[in-house]
């Protein structure tokens, strides 16, 4: 097993240093020019960009629930790197609500740069957090770590050299790990995260936010794809919070309740 999981190891390391060499050295990416031209522009309430704004909070609400259920788990229920890593991807949900809600009611490269470093916090957790699931922690205590500082570069080579190919690797990458991750067996004891639920909504928001403008023709000036795309991106934060509810769950449940009832032996007093 040990020599196994060495191996998977090894191939996370591969694929990680493969990924960060291509958006160092890869072709650059222009940012499109429109990319700002969201939507939904309406002001509501004084607020400007609404909705777009509004549902940023969405992040706050998965954040703060996955936080709390946290903080509520017995001890040993989880890995001290799996506590960390989930902790450190709900935080990454608070920031990335306020860098939200910041970069749409001002949409500017400036703004979409905070707006992308925290979700890169997200980002490290959720894949920290899944590393620490299906490969090691000791893989774990790298990738969170990496993954946070190649997310904060990328943020901000955006808005330095206009270059959005460290991002988009970031991302798209980020994601196709996330599926070889979910592929694996899970470590022993590790809690039960439907990766494919959490998969499913990213690629459903990222398509949400391509179709931005037709969504919001289509319902009449209802709501456009980018207010829907924040919606749907928090949601792939509950398999995690799932996963850590149910763990608790289980903890406190146990010993069964029949073991219970006649000592702390399954079997009874030796």
Request: charged content about 15%.
């Amino acid at each position: 097993m040990r020599s196994n999981r060495s191996g998977m190891e090894l191939a996370l390391a591969t694929i990680g240093l493969g990924l960060a060499a291509f958006a160092a050295w890869g072709p650059v990416v222009a940012q499109p020019a429109q990319y700002h031209d969201l939507a939904d522009q309406r002001t509501l309430w004084g607020v400007p960009f609404a909705m777009d704004v509004l549902s940023s909070l969405s992040f706050a609400v998965a954040g703060a629930v996955g936080i709390g259920v946290v903080r509520r788990l017995p001890r040993r229920s989880v890995t001290n790197m799996q506590r960390a890593m989930a902790m450190l991807f709900f935080a990454g949900l608070l920031l990335t609500a306020a860098g939200s809600a910041w970069y749409h009611a001002h949409p500017d490269d400036a703004t979409l740069a905070v707006d992308r470093s925290g979700m890169a916090v997200a980002f490290a957790g959720v894949l920290g957090f899944a590393v620490a699931a299906h490969v090691s922690e000791r893989a774990a205590a790298v990738m969170g770590p990496a993954v946070l500082l190649l997310g904060a570069w990328a943020a901000n080579a955006s808005i330095t050299t206009g270059n959005v190919l460290p991002w988009v690797t970031l991302q798209t990458g980020g994601m196709a790990l996330l599926v070889w991750l979910a592929l694996q067996r899970r470590c022993v004891g590790a809690p039960d995260v439907r990766w494919s639920f959490v998969i499913l909504a990213y690629v459903a928001a990222k398509l949400l936010e391509l179709e931005d403008h037709q969504l919001y023709a289509l319902t009449g000036g209802t709501v456009a794809g980018h207010t829907l795309k924040h919606i749907v991106a928090a949601l792939a934060a509950w398999p995690v919070v799932a996963a850590l509810a149910a763990r608790r769950r289980e903890r406190q449940n146990w010993p069964p309740a029949a073991a219970r009832r006649v000592g702390s032996h399954p079997l009874g007093d030796a």
